[in-house]
């Protein structure tokens, strides 16, 4: 930031001051899947409080 102007840098932070900034986990979004994806889901997610292999089921979905 040493590189920048003077008034560059005072623009900027004027802009930076216009926002407001969000609160900690106000971004994430939730997701929401319906018919076929939401059964698999619902699979992973008894797999993963079952202890057994849910991440793994994941990546196996993946293309390579």
Known sequence: MTDIKEATLKLI?????????YKKGEFEKKRSVRGEAAEEMQVEIK?????????ASILDSLPR
């Open 13 to 21: 932070d004027a802009e930076f001051a216009k926002i407001t900034p």
């Open 47 to 55: 797999g993963k409080k079952g202890g057994g292999g849910g991440a």
